[in-house]
């Protein structure tokens, strides 16, 4: 267990990565035991709400490490400053803005199929024009290339630069992949995305027309695209959300 230590006025309190607080720790600030709070009625009461609502899981955990190696009764953050409440205001109002900062900085890790879960849909969705024309007709202006309205196909090196500057930034590798091997004759990327995937998706587009179209030609072009997109930033708002 990964432990971070906050000084409450001059007093340490343990709390760690999930955002539990050592309880053992903060009550004997103020002369308590949290098992004086754990036995009130209100406190079962609660409890047992937490566990009807949310699921039946431990929202109260005893460590017998050591003191300075975690030692004491470990409260569940959708308890603790509920805990803290009952030692004071103050310290109630300390420990909500420490779990806060905890949960809200914590990095969330996801396997690949929960990315590919989040999202992607199993099938293609009802097919809907989302390459306007703006899109190719900047690309056209920026490589000299020809482009006649979908008529006769489009340049090669339109895809190309679809699949490395507009999927390539907003999707994992292993998404686009995985859409790539499951999509028939007749489909498209799009159609596989759900609805945050899909905006980030046009949001790039729009993006990449802007910067298409003051571009004087495509080596201009791969330039400032991989100054402006090193990261596929876009992805972490998906996920984050």
């Not at 103020?30 to 047992?48: A, E, H, M, Q, S």
């Not at 390459?131 to 482009?147: E, R």
């Not at 008529?151 to 630069?161: A, K, T």
């Not at 930034?169 to 007749?186: A, N, R």
Request: glycine share 6%.
């Amino acid at each position: 267990m990964n432990i971070i230590k906050f000084d409450f006025k001059g007093h340490q309190v343990g709390f760690n990565d999930d955002g539990w607080i050592n309880a053992t720790e903060a009550a004997s600030r103020f002369g308590k035991r949290p098992n004086d709070w754990l036995i009130l009625p209100d406190t079962v009461n609660y409890i047992n709400a937490l566990e009807s609502t949310y699921q039946k899981i431990p929202y109260v955990k005893t460590s017998r490490a050591r003191k300075d190696r975690g030692g004491g009764t470990w409260i569940h953050p959708k308890l603790a400053v509920r805990f803290a409440r009952w030692l004071s205001v103050d310290f109630e109002i300390w420990c909500d803005e420490q779990i806060d900062k905890l949960i809200r900085s914590r990095v969330v890790t996801y396997t690949d199929e929960q990315v590919l879960a989040i999202l992607t849909y199993s099938q293609p969705q009802t097919w809907e024009k989302r390459f306007q024309q703006p899109f190719y007709q900047a690309l056209s202006k920026m490589t000299n290339l020809p482009f006649n309205n979908h008529v006769g196909g489009c340049p090669s090196l339109f895809g190309l630069i679809t699949q490395k500057w507009v999927y390539g930034v907003v999707l994992p590798k292993k998404v686009y992949q995985s859409i790539k091997e499951c999509t028939k004759k007749g489909e498209k990327i799009h159609q596989f995305l759900k609805p945050d995937a899909l905006k980030a998706v046009e949001d790039q587009l729009i993006a990449i027309t802007t910067i298409a179209k003051g571009c004087i030609d495509y080596k201009d072009f791969e330039a400032r695209c991989s100054t402006i997109f090193n990261t596929k930033g876009q992805i972490k708002f998906i996920l984050a959300a």
